[in-house]
């Protein structure tokens, strides 16, 4: 079997059903397999599926059980040559994961490659980026409007790909359509399950450049992702979970002492922005409400620990 599709849903019904009405003509040409893993979802989601989406093979958890543990129980049941991890809510342009399969196949040592991803407007946004790094903290804090921090060194935080920017090697790419090549993944391992949601693809793509394998962005095909809409369900929680997988990842591969200069640097940039959106002009209703959020990021950092609780 050439490609395994997985996706982890929870609550996601309308966004999970355009994701799945596209996989047929995203993959026309090979032999696929789908398999979505439920996490206890209360909207309706598993009756969808089962009445419009028979040949999927549905796996109900039993509940929520984040993005990487209900990933590898999938993984654990795929019989493909490739494994995609995909979000749903991202939608697959026809023959778009035919050309991210043969991309893969097309070049040895690859561990995982990812797609140009765009918004719902057809815009570039953010594919991959790269390992935190201390110095992108105090450099949000030093210039938090980007007023001179642009080109190549704005570039080295997140990755947004121009439209005419070629396939090349990166750091980490985005888990919303992350495919791993198989044998990668047998010498790898799965997702850490330490990791309920966020930086689950960024560790992995640690793990695997520290093998010495190639992480790639595919410039020869796009994917369509509703960015955060998933997420939003999640609300509050969502922005705490990030903070308390941030420091996982930190604390996993930088040494716990690393974390209070994280915490640090994180402080101060986001009580700087916060600050600084309270006081700007224009729509208020916009600025208040990112002000709130980077407050509410500030904040998270003067506790020692961090322990969301996940919806139910």
């Known amino acids: 079997m050439d490609l395994s599709i997985i996706i982890v849903n929870w609550n996601t019904r309308d966004m999970l059903r355009a994701c799945l009405s596209s996989l047929q ?42 993005f990487s543990r209900a990933n590898n129980l999938a993984i654990g049941q795929a019989g493909g040559d490739g494994i995609l991890l995909l979000n749903p809510d ?25 797609p140009r991803l765009v918004d719902g407007d057809g815009r570039p946004t953010i594919t991959g980026g790269y390992f935190p790094r201390l110095r992108y903290h105090w450099f949000g804090f030093l210039d938090p409007r980007r ?41 790898i391992g799965g997702l850490d399950e330490r990791f309920f949601m966020y930086f689950e693809e960024t560790d992995w793509c640690f793990r695997a450049r520290r093998a010495e394998l190639d992480i790639w962005y595919c410039a020869e095909t796009e994917i369509t ?20 997988s941030y420091r996982l990842f930190i604390a996993k591969h930088y040494g716990r002492r690393t974390v209070w200069g994280f915490r640090l640097a994180q402080f101060a940039e986001y009580g700087m922005k916060a600050l ?8 208020r209703v916009r600025n208040r409400a990112l002000a709130e959020n980077f407050a509410l990021r500030a904040a998270l950092q003067l506790r020692s620990r961090i322990e969301p609780t996940p919806p139910s």
Request: proline fraction near 4%.
């Open 225 to 244: 992702h509703l960015e955060g809409k998933a997420a939003e369900k999640a609300g509050r929680f969502s922005i705490e979970q990030f903070q308390k």
């Open 147 to 187: 007023l001179w921090l642009r080109g190549s060194l704005s570039r080295h935080i997140v990755f947004i790909p121009e439209r005419n920017e070629a396939s090349r090697k990166v750091e980490y790419v985005m888990g919303a359509c992350f495919l791993i090549r198989r044998s990668a993944f047998e010498k």
């Open 90 to 114: 991202t939608v697959c342009p026809p023959l778009s994961l035919v050309r991210l399969f043969r991309f893969m196949n097309g070049r040895e040592n690859v561990g995982a490659v990812g």
């Open 276 to 283: 600084l959106r309270r006081l700007a002009p224009g729509d």
């Open 25 to 66: 003509a995203a993959t026309e040409g090979l032999t696929t397999e789908i398999l979505v893993v439920d996490n206890a979802s209360s909207d309706g989601s598993t009756a969808m599926m089962v009445e419009e989406f028979p040949q999927v093979l549905l796996i109900e958890s039993g509940g929520n059980l984040g």
